[in-house]
C-alpha cells in the first residue's frame, strides 16, 4: 500500500474544514524567503482549518498565507483574511505551513498527521518512505514545513512568529537526519528532516526537504523507492527510546544502480548538567566495498567499518555465527574488565552485528554487486574448505569502542577516566591462481581502560577537592592479543600452514583513603606466545581425504577443531 493509500483514511478522518486565508503581508518576512526563495515577491500560504463561514472576498496584493489550526486538515477553500477574526481554537494554536499543503501529496499527509505527535518516534513515523516516494515519483526537489505557532491575528504576526518557528526547527532540531544517494548516472538526491517536538518560544514543527542534483533514470527511480521502507525503518529506530538500530533495509541497495548511500542523524536532549546536548549521532556509509556506521553519545563514541572487497575469505552463515558470537563475547569481557560503558558497548555489538549479518556466506553483499574480472580475492571457490577451517569466515574489519576521556579526580587529574577497545582483522592475500594461492589473516584485540570505583560500592565515586571525598579504588588495565594464520599453496599442494597466537595482560588498583594511598594490587604481567605447525595436520588430512580413509564426520569435527583455535581467545583483549 502507498503512503497515499494508508493515509487518507487518516486525513479525513480529521473532520475538520479547511480555509485558505488571503492576506497582504511584509514580503522582508515571507517565510518562503526564510526558506531561502528567491522571488523578490514571496509567497507563503497558511491554512486555517475550522468550520467557518465564507465572507466575500476581499481585494489583496496576490500573496497568501496559509494557516491551519490544529488538528490540521488538507482540504482547503478560498477564505478572506478578515474571516480570521472568526477562526479560534481552544488551545490557542495555530499550524502554519510554508506552501500550500496538498491533500493528495504524501509528504504532507504525513507532516499534517505527525505534527501533533508527542514522540520523537512518531513525529518521524513514514516520513522517510513519503519522501523517498515523492522523490521517485517525481525526480525533482520539494520542501515543505509545517509549524504550531501561538494564535496572531494579524498578518506580520503570523508571519514573524512562523518565520522564527522555522529558524529554530533548522538552527536548534531535537532531532534531525539526511539520507543522501548517489548514483551510476551520477545524479545525488538529499532528503532531509528538521523536527522540533518541544513546545518553544518559538513554536514546533517539522522541515523536510528533497534536492535533487542532476537527473534521474527511471531504472533509479525504482531503486531509491525500494529504499522506502528502510529509510522508515532506520529513522524510527534511531528515534525510539531507547534507540533501536536498524538499517537491514539500507543494505539492501543496488549498486547497479546506486553507488553510494550515506545516512546522518542526530537526536538531542539534555546532559548531565541539564544543558541541551546530542544524546545521540549516527553516520552510516555503504558502498560497493565497505560499509560503516558510527555512534555518538554522551559518553563516548562507537565505530565498526567492514571491508568487502575480498568476498573470499567469507565462510558459510554457521561459521560466521560462530565467528560473530565469539567476538561479541570478548567484547562483554572487556567490558566488565575495564568498567565500558554499557549503553555505549550495547550499541557496538548491534553495529558489529548488523555491519556482518548484511553480506553473504562465500558470495556477494546483500545488495552488491562486483564489477571487475574474477581475482583470488573475489573467487568463492580460490580457497578449499580447509583453508577456510582456519580463518574466521568473517570480511576484514576495523572496530572501537571508546568513552570520552574524563580527569574526575580534581585532587589527581593524573587519574583519567577511560575505556578504549579496539578489534580488527586484516587479510592478504597474493599469488598467481588458485593453484599458488597464499593468504595471511591476522586479527588483533587491545584494551586500554582506567576508572574510579567507591569503597563501598561498584558505582562511581563522587570526588571533589575535599579530602573526605578521597576514597576510592583506582584501576588501570592494558590488555592486547593477536592472532595470526599463514597459508601457502604450490601447485595446489600445502606447503605453510602456521598459526601465531600472543597475548599480554596488565591490571593495577590502588586503594585510597583520604586522599593516601593505602594499598596497591598489581595483577603479575602474563604474557603467552605459542605457534602452532598445522602444515603435518593438512597434509595428512588431504592424504586421508585422497585415500578415502575419513569419513564426512570425522572430517567436520577436524575442521571445525581448527576453526575453534583459530576463534580461541589468545587473552583478555
Known amino acids: 500500500m502507498s503512503a497515499v493509500s494508508s493515509l487518507s483514511s487518516s486525513a479525513a478522518a480529521l473532520g475538520t474544514q479547511n480555509a485558505t486565508i488571503k492576506a497582504s503581508t511584509n514580503s522582508g518576512a515571507a517565510l518562503a524567503q526564510a ?14 482549518s475550522t468550520p467557518v463561514s465564507i465572507p466575500p472576498a476581499a481585494s489583496g496584493d496576490g500573496r497568501f498565507l496559509y494557516l491551519t489550526q490544529m488538528p490540521s486538515g488538507l482540504d482547503s477553500a478560498d477564505l478572506t483574511y ?51 516516494e515523492q522523490v521517485a515519483s517525481t525526480g525533482s526537489g520539494y520542501k515543505q514545513t509545517v509549524v504550531n505557532i501561538g494564535a496572531a491575528y494579524s498578518p506580520d504576526r503570523i508571519q514573524g512568529k512562523a518565520t522564527d518557528a522555522l529558524w529554530a526547527i533548522k538552527s536548534r532540531p531535537s532531532a534531525s537526519t539526511e539520507l543522501t544517494i548517489k548514483t551510476q548516472s551520477g545524479a545525488t538526491v538529499r532528503l532531509s528532516i528538521h523536527d522540533q517536538k518541544a513546545p518553544t518560544a518559538t513554536g514546533s514543527g517539522i522541515a523536510v526537504q528533497i534536492e535533487v542534483d542532476g537527473k534521474l533514470t527511471q531504472q533509479e527511480r525504482e531503486a531509491l523507492q525500494s529504499l522506502a521502507k528502510g529509510f522508515d525503518e532506520a529513522i ?48 552510516f556509509t555503504a558502498n560497493a566495498g ?4 558510527e555512534l555518538k553519545t554522551l559518553k563516548g563514541t562507537a565505530t565498526v567499518k567492514t571491508d568487502l572487497r575480498q568476498s573470499a575469505i567469507w565462510g ?35 553495529s558489529f552485528t548488523a555491519l556482518h549479518g548484511g553480506y553473504g556466506a562465500t558470495g556477494k553483499p546483500s545488495g552488491l554487486e562486483r564489477v571487475g574480472p574474477a581475482d583470488l580475492a573475489s573467487d568463492a571457490d580460490a580457497f578449499s574448505e580447509e583453508d577456510h577451517s582456519l580463518l574466521t569466515g568473517l570480511a576484514d574489519f576495523k572496530a572501537s569502542i571508546v568513552t570520552n576521556r574524563r580527569a574526575a579526580n580534581p585532587r589527581h587529574t593524573n587519574e583519567i577516566d577511560i575505556f578504549d577497545y579496539r578489534i580488527g582483522q586484516s587479510t592478504q ?27 563501598r560500592s561498584k558505582r562511581e565515586p563522587d570526588l571533589s577537592s575535599d579530602t573526605s571525598t578521597q576514597n576510592y579504588y583506582y584501576t588501570q588495565v592494558e590488555d592486547h592479543s593477536s592472532t595470526q594464520v599463514e597459508l601457502a599453496y604450490e601447485k595446489d599442494k600445502p606447503v605453510r600452514a602456521l598459526v601465531t597466537q600472543a597475548a599480554s595482560q596488565s591490571l593495577r588498583t590502588i586503594m585510597v583513603e583520604n586522599n593516601k594511598v593505602v594499598d596497591t594490587v598489581e595483577e603479575p604481567l602474563q604474557q603467552q606466545s605459542k605457534q602452532k605447525d598445522l602444515l603435518p595436520l593438512l597434509q595428512h588430512l588431504l592424504r586421508q581425504e585422497e585415500a578415502k580413509e575419513l569419513s564426512a564426520e570425522e572430517r567436520q569435527k577436524t575442521l571445525r577443531e581448527w576453526n575453534a583455535m583459530v576463534l580461541g581467545e589468545p587473552g583478555a583483549a
Open 429 to 455: 592475500i597474493s599469488g598467481g591462481s588458485a593453484a599458488n594461492r597464499a593468504l595471511t589473516q591476522t586479527q588483533t584485540a587491545d584494551l586500554t581502560a582506567g576508572y574510579h570505583r567507591s569503597l
Open 236 to 283: 524510527e529506530g534511531l528515534t525510539r527510546e531507547p534507540p533501536l538500530l536498524n538499517l537491514d533495509g539500507l543494505m539492501k541497495f543496488d549498486s547497479k544502480l546506486l553507488t553510494k548511500v550515506e545516512l546522518k542523524a542526530e537526536v538531542y536532549g539534555l546532559n548531565d548538567k541539564g544543558e541541551r546536548a546530542m544524546v545521540l549521532g549516527t553516520r
Open 290 to 293: 565497505s560499509r560503516e556506521i
Open 35 to 48: 526558506a531561502s526563495a528567491s522571488a523578490a515577491t514571496a509567497t507563503t500560504d497558511f491554512t486555517a
Open 82 to 132: 478578515e474571516a480570521l477574526a472568526q477562526v479560534s481554537s481552544a488551545s490557542g494554536r495555530m499550524q502554519v505551513w510554508e506552501q500550500p499543503p496538498g491533500a493528495k501529496t504524501a509528504v504532507d499527509q504525513v507532516l499534517g498527521r505527525n505534527a501533533g505527535a508527542s514522540t520523537e518516534q512518531a513525529r518521524f513515523a513514514g516520513l522517510g518512505s513519503a519522501l523517498l
Open 316 to 350: 558459510s552463515a554457521e561459521q560466521k555465527a560462530r565467528a560473530m558470537q565469539q567476538y561479541l563475547g570478548r567484547v562483554d569481557k572487556a567490558a566488565e574488565r575495564g568498567n565500558g560503558n554499557q549503553e555505549l558497548v550495547d550499541l557496538f555489538k548491534a
